[in-house]
């Protein structure tokens, strides 16, 4: 297991679309640790493959005591909706006041290759939107209105980066 650098905002590839994972194999499962290590570390609750340079369609979030491995996930149903601080630990430092939806169902696989179903209310739905983003290409930035409304937030913050 390994903690690895965290591309920052500007990299191509937190906008280039991650790529289908075929082979549950060691090396997915190899990714998949180093992903939880890396969050934990920086610390945040949620890291997609591209964070860390690595194209698969892959991601992990921890939040509320559950901690998910998610492979080739899809946002399958969405309902309601909910606005609140956002941050990214690659858009290290701001923050911004981002609307998503406030339940979100998510189908995946786990790192064997077997379907999971995940449903997030409030704070674990917006991470799973926000990673289910980073996986297009998205960043949290491209629902904000105006750029303007980004917040600094000091190391003090209580807020948690995904
Ligand atoms: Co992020």
Known sequence: MAILP????????????SIQVRHFDRKLGRLLDDLTDTMRDAPGV??????????????????????????NPVLVRTHGTQTDLEGCLSVAGFYGPTARALDAVVT???????????SGHGFLA????????????????????SLDALQRVGPDGELEDV
């Open 6 to 17: 965290i591309v920052q905002l500007g990299d191509p590839i937190l906008r280039t679309p």
């Open 46 to 71: 949620g890291l997609a493959a591209n964070q860390v340079g690595r194209p698969d369609r892959v991601c992990v979030i921890e939040i509320e005591g559950r901690h998910l491995e998610l492979v």
């Open 108 to 118: 995946a696989q786990d790192r064997r290759g077997r379907p999971i179903r995940v």
């Open 126 to 145: 917006r991470a799973l939107q926000h990673e289910l983003d980073h996986l297009e290409g998205l960043l949290y930035l491209d629902h904000l209105e």
